[in-house]
């Protein structure tokens, strides 16, 4: 007992270091903002106090983010947008890349072989950004501001430059190879003798600045049915692209079903498919509901680990099999089913790591169906509640930026499965389900997720991190709900993650040798990464207060009034 009281008690310790070192909650009564950058805070705090609600100021956040954090997220990528309105009606906007009409089963096959790096870099990579035509939406439906006043701002941060950070610095310089093979990449991103920008130089977009404004000026027809879209078609038909000006003119956001499943006494708000997310976070916490958490975290901390493991492996093994676009694949809605979720958990064994074959069969399977990345957080005092998550997928995405548009190209073509078994740049494998189809939304795992009790919101959360944004959300609810974590400590606590392929269970280093030695006990293969990913929430306090919380791991802020 001793031994575990002491796993227990490292446990605690290697989450208060993390905190010491990056702590930034914040708390106010009127709105609150959580982003992996001051700027796109500011931007969505400015656009609520000028009359703006949650809404606007997450999408203000999301297009500066389009600016300062342009590796992750931007016009060249998608989003997923969970919204609560302040009559406490839900709303699921998907703005996923689509598919090029003459993309192919095959396109990423020659010879019979994967050719994996034509789905991440360069021409083939990307599929028709649909983040601008959801911000759009979300904005006219559901906010009180005019896109034009949101973009604006956002244009100025682009043409003035703003300074690069130490992780904006990092990840230039990783890929700065692969930009430098594109002519508009290498203009925007590297000096003129091409090396990268470092930390605390200016990075000024003057192109990115046009873009925006044009799009204020004109409408995002500009983007979609106009010159935007024919620079991006000619230049993809000289460099052997398939993206045409006809499958942008075709893209449109969907409107889908929230997800909506109960955890103990919460309702948990999901993202459907082609999100994975709304669909496995479910899962893992229906699997876990037969566990009592905080007892067992406090007795063994590494059984706690050990069960969720589990719980986490048996949901990427149905995710690797059944989970795709909704309006190409039979996403089976029997996944989330109670009595399905009860016999997935039985495979449990709370002393032993199970070996798990293949995915389970959900009921109905046949006849019933659903129809790297950043997050952001953003609630206010009249009840709307926002979770949005972007992506242009990894870092710079395709890593092309058309010359004259500044805007980076994603590589979401890189979440189909290119061919059965062949894991993507996250590792993950997928089947039919996720094949490559004309007009096709990849699979995602963006997890923009809003937690109810009796009815009011006590919670959001996402995250950036590809498969592991599934078990980042799962765990932030679980260390703040079951365990009484402080929604700071819930996301500063060390992590782990499991997607069933790689069989291996993943921790942060953070993690306390001795814990991750008696998981190894248990069977687990145990492999320690530096960090596994990077979350925003926010959560009501005790006095009805909002509180934000941005990922210590990264720089960030989090504000409110
Ligand atoms: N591009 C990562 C995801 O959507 O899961």
């Known amino acids: 007992m001793n031994a575990v009281r002491g796993l227990l008690a490292a446990w605690i310790a290697a989450s208060a270091a993390t905190s010491l070192a990056w702590a930034n909650p914040a708390e106010a009564p009127r709105a609150m903002v959580a982003t992996v950058h001051p700027l796109a805070t500011e931007a969505a705090l400015n656009a609520m106090r000028e009359g703006g609600n949650a809404i606007d100021g997450a999408v203000a956040a999301a297009l500066t983010l389009g600016v300062v954090d342009g590796f992750n997220s931007g016009l060249g990528g998608g989003c997923f947008l969970l919204i609560r309105t302040a009559d406490g009606q839900f709303y699921a906007i998907d703005g996923r890349e689509t598919a090029p009409a003459a993309a192919t089963r095959d396109m990423y096959v020659r010879d019979g072989k994967p050719q994996t790096e034509w789905s991440k870099t360069g021409p083939l990579a990307s599929g028709v950004p649909g983040a601008l035509a959801a911000y759009e939406l979300a904005v006219k439906e559901h906010g009180q501001r005019d896109l034009a006043d949101l973009l604006r701002p956002a244009a100025e941060i682009a043409e003035q430059g703003f300074v690069l950070s130490n992780v904006y610095s990092q990840r230039l310089a990783s890929t700065a190879a692969k930009l430098a093979q594109f002519e508009g990449s290498r203009a925007i991103f590297l000096k003129p003798e091409g090396q990268p920008y470092h930390e605390g130089e200016t990075l000024r977009q003057a192109d990115l600045a046009k873009t925006y404004r044009a799009i204020a000026e004109h409408g995002t027809n500009w983007f979609y049915r106009g010159p935007f879209a024919q620079q991006v078609a000619a230049w993809m038909a000289e460099h052997g692209g398939i993206l045409t000006a006809k499958d942008f003119a075709d893209y449109h956001p969907v409107r889908r079903e929230p997800l909506v499943t109960q955890y103990r006494d919460y309702t948990i708000v999901g993202f459907p498919p082609p999100s994975s997310g709304g669909v496995h976070v479910a899962q893992i916490l229906a699997m876990l509901e037969r ?265 960030g802020k989090t504000a409110g009034f």
Request: net charge negative.
């Open 291 to 555: 566990f009592d958490l905080k007892q067992l975290h406090e007795e063994d901390p590494a059984q706690f680990i050990h069960v969720t493991a589990e719980a986490m492996k048996l949901a990427f093994a149905d995710r690797a099999f059944w989970l795709g676009d909704p309006g190409f694949a039979r996403v089976p809605r029997g996944l989330i089913d109670r009595q399905y979720t009860q016999a997935l958990s039985q495979k449990i064994d709370p002393a032993r790591a199970n070996r798990v074959k293949r995915h389970g069969t959900p009921p109905n399977h046949a006849d019933e169906v659903f129809r790297h990345t950043t997050h952001i957080a953003a609630a206010d005092a009249q009840g709307n509640w926002v979770a949005i998550t972007a992506t242009i997928n990894t870092t710079f995405g395709s890593k092309v930026v058309v010359p004259g548009t500044g805007v980076v190209l994603n590589n979401e073509m890189d979440d189909f499965a290119i061919m059965p078994g062949v894991p993507n740049a996250f590792g993950l494998v997928g089947a039919e389900a996720n094949a490559v189809a004309p007009g096709k939304r990849p699979l995602s795992s963006m997890s923009p997720t809003i937690v109810l009790r009796d009815k009011q919101p006590v919670m959001t959360v996402g995250a950036a991190g590809g498969p592991k944004i599934i078990t980042q959300a799962t765990l932030a609810i679980i260390n703040h709900l079951d365990l009484g974590l402080s929604l700071h400590d819930a996301v500063a606590a060390p992590r782990f993650h499991h997607q069933w392929s790689p069989d291996e269970l993943v921790v942060e280093h953070t993690m306390d040798e001795a814990i991750q030695a008696r998981l190894r006990e248990f069977g687990h293969t145990v492999r320690e990464e530096s960090s596994a990913g990077v979350t925003q929430a926010i959560a009501v306090g005790q006095a009805g207060e909002l509180i934000g919380v941005h990922d210590p791991r990264v720089p």
